[in-house]
Nanobody
């Protein structure tokens, strides 16, 4: 049974930083592209960024977070991390970790496995 469990969310002031973690189990982790999505109240779920399953673990991000967010992974620990810097109130959302095997993709519909989400609130 595949499980993705996010942690690290919370309340932070604008300009601050948070680091989200996603612990994965039940899958061959190194073969999965790991992505972060977010959903704000009343809005659709949107792509934040992802790290490829390919050697080297290339990353790609939504324009809205490029230069502020980074993603890393530790295949030995079956974990992926989202480092969020220079946070803005518009970053407030529930953040979800997702996994897709052997494909690099920005579309939520392509991801088979999802975590339960962790709330990030950025105050102005």
């Amino acid at each position: 049974q595949v499980q993705l469990v996010e942690s690290g969310g919370g309340l932070v002031q604008a300009g601050g930083s948070l680091r989200l973690s996603c612990a994965a189990s039940g899958l061959a982790f190194s073969g999965y592209t790991m992505a972060w999505f977010r959903q704000a109240p009343g809005k659709e779920r949107e792509f934040v960024g992802a790290i490829s399953w390919r050697a080297g673990g290339s990353t790609y991000f939504a324009d809205s977070v490029t230069g502020r967010f980074t993603i890393s992974r530790d295949n030995a620990k079956n974990a992926v991390y989202l480092q969020m810097n220079s946070l803005k109130p518009e970053d407030t959302a529930v953040y979800y970790c997702a996994a897709r095997r052997f494909v690099d993709d920005r579309s939520a519909s392509g991801y088979a496995y999802w975590g339960q989400g962790t709330q990030v609130t950025v105050s102005s």
